[in-house]
């Protein structure tokens, strides 16, 4: 290591920068364009490096700048420096935050759903509907004649999707089982299983309200939410981590609650969206839209109307004015 | 004419460890950091990340000469690019029971890979005045500290936890190097048992004041009502539950974290060595270091993280202010090694799913 040197440019012929010791003694010499600079970062020292090997350190930033010209770090250093231009910079963040959460988020999702290979939706269900059977789920004690009249309203629904709402990879079915655990309930998975409760066919017979609430589970696998969730809340695990970098545990765990949060709004709109699709689609098929409202009067009547802020559906009384709303509207 | 005594045989020059850095240039660069990382959908942030480590370890300071940092943007994009679509795979395959248990063992397996991995990526892609560092860890070593003493550990209900924390520490130092130059660390377990039992203090201390005032403020009165009926809180109750978790993890645990962090470092620092010659000294207050974490997060949340940049270069000004490398010989002797190929597969595992290995310059 040597202390003290100066570097000099020669701009005759090629250009050719010299660096000599204090006593004038040639250290090393090289064409410029061989010269590695590295990156300005902050006033940090700036280090050039040699073909020879020799690395010339130096805090002469702006003698430095000029050797090294317009080049691209050097743009990126300029953004950087700390004055009122830097005030665009921290818009372009704020905004940049609200488009990325907008648009940026679906973007992402929609092509990462896109590159889901097709037989992962089959394996996912079953593999759902293997590890419920598994742990809560039990046989159906419906009737055959009970099954069968149930089944028959979901292929009339299943009959009138559009050809292209159906992706390959996606097989529609219906399955019955008891599960005490979750009382009157229906659930769709992402490659187009749906699943009916005992309770929720014994409890809710009427044929309308039984295609409403299918037609609404339909819609959950047509818009593809379940996949969409997966991957949304994947995607924002990840950026967290990469767009906020080093924070420190409490800090991320706090991005992470509001993301939860954030997740959970997601999750209502995609319950008023399959809502909208079922309604449709019930009356499509001539069955009365009016059955999935009423199936929420009774649910009120059962379970209440609470709609925390943690809550991952909508207020049931919500979804009624939403739904008369849409029947009312066409 | 009487010759000098003889220099005691290890006599160390004090050099004090300098941070650089300032708020204003590191504003600058993260902020332009974040937006070129939203634009690019987070592609940018590999490159992100490398301004950002150089910028911190070429501002720190020791004897006049400067750290560095020589990953690139694209390596560390191509290894987060592998740890993201294993990340991806493994939550799809997850669905499925018996391949999620089977998921989970393989694991188990490649974790000790990743933890060497990351340390030998990171020490190679460091250096101090131009002499690289390296890492020589394998993965018998890493098998040991991820997976068997934490399991050890468990089974004498986290009595021990002190050792598995001394061997996880031991591993990283000792198999670290400046150059051709190996790091050494001893130190007795029980400054490690003394950290521990400040930490629990804490936690039970503070904790039991938290828990009084909390529940003479009646916060808990919805959740303790909702218990007993098993009926939902009411969602204004669950907000308030909510945040008195926060208040929690803010003054109980977080505290206690870095009263833990600022003693282990001090013993780390303080019995390791550099090739026999060099020795370090950490003198980190404990309390005074939990005062900066803990204003620091506020700082962050009331300035919606505006003022992150702000509270990290305050965090890494007050470490460096309490670290002295104590110069016990030339520190132009250091010589590069001949570096092993590595990967950046282990260090985006670490930035993604926040494997921590830090040891904290």
Redesign the interface.
């Known amino acids: 290591m040597v202390e003290g040197a100066r570097i000099t440019l020669s701009t005759a012929g090629e250009d050719h920068l010299t660096v000599q010791g204090t006593d004038g003694d040639l250290l090393t010499s090289a064409p410029l364009e061989k010269v590695t600079f590295s990156d300005r970062i902050g006033s940090a020292p700036r280090r050039l490096a040699f073909p020879d090997g020799s690395v010339f350190e130096t805090d002469a930033h702006e003698a430095i700048a000029l050797i090294e010209g317009d080049t691209r770090a050097s743009r990126l250093h300029a953004w950087e420096a700390f004055r009122p231009r830097l005030a665009l910079v921290l818009l372009a963040g704020v905004a940049g935050i609200w488009a990325f959460w907008r648009y940026g988020l679906d973007m992402m999702v929609a092509v990462a759903i896109a590159m889901t290979p097709a037989p992962l939706f089959g394996a996912m269900d079953a593999g759902t509907i293997q590890a419920l059977d598994r742990t809560i789920a039990g046989p159906t004690d419906l009737p055959e004649d009970e099954r069968a009249r149930i089944r028959g309203i979901f292929d009339d629904l299943i009959a009138i999707l559009p050809e292209d709402s159906i992706r390959s990879g996606q097989e529609y079915s219906l399955d019955f089982r008891s599960i005490p655990a979750i009382g009157p309930n229906a659930f769709a998975m992402p490659g187009g299983s749906v699943i009916m409760t005992d309770a929720f066919a014994e409890k809710f017979p009427e044929d309308d309200v039984i295609a409403g609430v299918l037609g609404h589970e339909i819609g959950h696998v047509v818009g593809d939410h379940g996949l969409k969730q997966v991957y949304r809340s994947l995607g924002i695990y990840v950026l967290v981590a990469l767009l906020a970098g080093d924070t420190g545990p409490i800090l991320e765990n706090i991005l992470l609650e509001g993301n939860l949060l954030l997740s959970l709004s997601f999750s209502r709109e995609k319950e008023l969206e399959a809502d909208a699709f079922g309604v449709r689609l019930v009356r499509d098929a001539g069955y009365d839209p009016v059955g999935l409202a009423a199936f929420f009067r009774r649910l009120i009547e059962i379970v209440g109307d609470d709609a925390g802020y943690r809550a991952t559906h909508p207020a049931n009384s919500a979804r009624v004015e939403r739904i008369e709303e849409l029947i009312d509207g066409e | 004419m009487q010759t000098p005594p003889p220099l005691p045989r290890q006599t160390y020059m004090p050099a004090q460890v300098e941070f650089?850095?300032?708020t204003?240039?590191?504003?600058?660069?993260w902020?332009?950091n974040?937006?070129l990382?939203?634009?690019t959908?987070?592609i940018y942030?590999a490159w992100?990340?490398v301004?950002?480590k150089?910028?911190f370890y070429?501002?720190t300071y020791v004897g006049g000469r400067?750290f560095?940092y020589h990953a690139t943007g694209k390596q560390i994009l191509i290894g987060?690019l592998i740890v993201?679509a294993g990340?991806?795979v493994f939550?799809?395959l997850s669905?499925?029971?018996v391949?999620a248990v089977l998921g989970f063992l393989a694991f188990l397996f490649v974790m000790p890979w990743l933890v060497v991995q990351s340390l030998r990526f990171n020490a190679r892609m460091s250096s101090w005045?131009?002499v690289r560092f390296g890492f020589s860890g394998k993965y018998g070593g890493a098998a040991k500290i991820t997976l068997l003493y934490p399991l050890l550990a468990a089974l004498t209900l986290y009595t021990t936890l002190p050792y598995a924390d001394r061997a996880r520490r031991r591993f990283i130092v000792n198999n670290h190097r400046l150059g051709k130059t190996p790091f050494s660390f001893a130190a007795p377990i029980s400054k490690f048992y003394m950290a521990a039992l400040a930490a629990i203090a804490w936690v039970l201390v503070v904790g039991a004041v938290l828990g009084f005032v909390l529940m003479q403020s009646g916060i808990f009165d919805g959740l303790f009502a909702s218990l007993d009926t098993m009926e939902?809180?009411?969602?204004a109750n669950?907000?308030w539950t909510?945040l008195a978790t926060?208040a929690g993890?803010?003054v109980v645990?977080?505290p206690a974290?870095a009263l833990y962090y600022a003693m282990t470092r001090n013993i780390i620092f303080n019995h390791t060595t550099l090739g026999g010659a060099h020795a370090f000294h950490s003198t980190v207050p404990p309390l005074r270091y939990v005062w900066i974490?803990v204003t620091n997060?506020i700082a962050?949340?009331g300035s919606l993280?505006l003022l992150?940049p702000w509270a990290?270069i305050r965090k890494a000004r007050f470490l460096a202010e309490h670290t002295e490398i104590l110069i016990g010989g030339s520190l132009?002797e250091f010589v590069n090694a001949m570096q092993e190929e590595s990967n950046a597969i282990g260090d985006a595992y670490g930035?993604?799913?926040?494997l921590d290995l830090d040891i904290g310059l």
């Open positions: 650089r850095g300032n204003r240039e590191w504003f600058g660069i902020i332009v974040f937006v990382s939203i634009i959908l987070s942030s992100a990340k301004r950002q150089k910028y070429q501002h400067n560095d987060r993201i990340l991806v939550t799809l669905a499925i029971p391949v005045s131009n939902p809180q009411a969602p669950q907000l909510t926060y993890l803010f645990i977080a974290g974490v997060a962050i949340i993280f992150l990290q132009d930035d993604i799913e926040g």
